[in-house]
């Protein structure tokens, strides 16, 4: 049913192609359109599109599952030889629905330690700027799904987005989410609202059940994409927030204390979303690891910090600018830090990463995995401090696995 294939790392290339800062700026300015588009919701159906954005995860045991959207349905899928083969996949409900499945939006899988498979995603409803944060989960091994359900309980048709899950692995689950409602509320009463809000919600019994909706923020950016990773103190959400008029730079929060931080200071003054979200994770000493995107007065293109007992690494750069490097991601476990961004060479996409093996401390030159020369996913790092793998997915080579050798980073 599904293109998957493996692929091993290939040769990165002596030279890259060097690209105006003209043609970046419209590179950059095509990609927002597209993703606004992406975002867009009409009431008439939309011509078949393909549909890149995957969600990945590694339980306990080292297996690799995948979650893809195909014909509107949710499918998982799972793998116990690092995506060289994978199970027939299982279709999370018998009923299609328009899922956002492209860019900054994405399905999120988890695994717990007891074997539960857990899900969130956005649903998109026919009116324009509209949707649903959805969850389901699996307690026999992904072999069945429970009924989804939707998290959002404002019971409005208005904007729910950009989800992010994340599991403590021993029952405690958390969905966080970019929500209109706000906005909503206060423009109809002829009043002004600028962005959206962070909302929430916690589960004790590995989704079996849910708290009511709780508000982590307001005025935060309507189209990044939100992350959240479990930490020792409970769960942590990055996203985009807004800062004074429109300074649109990171903000971090614990969602159990709900206190906020402010996580980056590029003081990018934009009156528009970047639609560049950031991405976090944390190792197995309860160091942060931060990477993001930013064209502010501070500094411009793409950045790595990591945030360990009140301390912070200097911001440091990643990928080439000349190429659009962007969409980073991150993953940690253990003493491994792997992070993964996309850039373009002026001929093809390409999927680079960067490791650690000592926390962040030290990081291996950049890597080329791989190259598209069709539309392409962002890559996806996925590590359990054993292994690390790449999850790729491109409209001309379907989903390609891509591991990396462990060892020293230099």
């Not at 509107?72 to 995506?83: A, I, K």
């Not at 009043?191 to 004790?204: I, P």
């Not at 923020?217 to 990773?229: M, Q």
């Not at 790092?381 to 997915?393: E, H, I, R, S």
């Amino acid at each position: 049913m599904f293109d998957i294939q493996p692929w091993s790392c290939g040769r990165a290339r002596s030279s890259v192609a060097a690209i105006s800062l003209l043609s970046i700026a419209v590179a950059t300015l095509a990609h927002e359109a597209a993703a606004a588009m992406e975002h867009r919701h009409d009431a008439k159906p939309r011509q078949a599109q393909p549909v890149l954005a995957v969600g990945a995860a590694l339980d306990d045991g080292g297996r690799l599952w995948l979650a893809r959207v195909k014909n509107q349905q949710l499918w998982v899928s799972w793998s116990n030889d690092g995506g060289q083969r994978f199970s027939r996949p299982v279709a999370v409900s018998s009923e299609p629905e328009d899922i956002s499945a492209n860019a900054e939006n994405r399905p999120k899988i988890a695994v717990a330690r007891d074997g539960t498979v857990l899900l969130s995603w956005s649903q998109s409803l026919p009116k324009r700027f509209t949707g649903n944060i959805r969850f389901a989960r699996s307690t026999d091994g992904g072999r069945s799904f429970s009924t989804p359900i939707t998290l959002n309980d404002d019971g409005r048709i208005g904007s729910h987005s950009f989800d992010s899950l994340a599991i403590a692995g021993e029952g405690r689950v958390a969905v966080a989410w970019l929500d209109g409602r706000d906005r909503d509320a206060v423009r109809e009463t002829g009043g002004t609202f600028a962005g959206s809000s962070v909302y929430f919600v916690q589960s004790a019994d590995n989704g079996a059940h849910f708290s009511a909706n709780r508000k982590l923020t307001e005025h935060t950016c309507e189209c990044c994409r939100t992350s959240l990773t479990w930490t020792a103190e409970g769960p942590v959400a990055l996203w985009r927030n807004l800062y004074g008029a429109n300074t649109r730079d990171f903000a971090l929060a614990n969602l159990d204390t709900g206190k906020v931080r402010r996580a980056t200071d590029d003081e990018w003054q934009i009156d528009a979303c970047p639609h560049h979200g950031g991405g976090l994770a944390v190792d197995g000493r309860g160091a942060l690891h931060l990477v993001w995107f930013t064209q502010g007065k501070t500094r411009q293109g793409l950045f790595y910090k990591r945030i360990a007992g009140g301390r912070e690494s200097p911001p440091m750069a990643l990928g080439n600018p000349a190429a659009q490097a962007g969409h980073a991601t991150v993953a940690a476990a253990g003493s491994m830090v792997l992070i993964t961004w996309r850039e373009f060479d002026g001929r093809a996409y390409v999927a680079r990463a960067m490791r650690s093996t000592d926390g962040g401390a030290s990081w291996s030159a950049p890597l080329r995995l791989a190259e598209s020369s069709g539309a392409a996913d962002y890559p996806l790092p996925l590590t359990d401090g054993k292994q690390a793998l790449v999850v790729w997915n491109s409209a001309a080579e379907g989903v390609r696995v891509l591991p990396l050798e462990l060892g020293s980073p230099k």
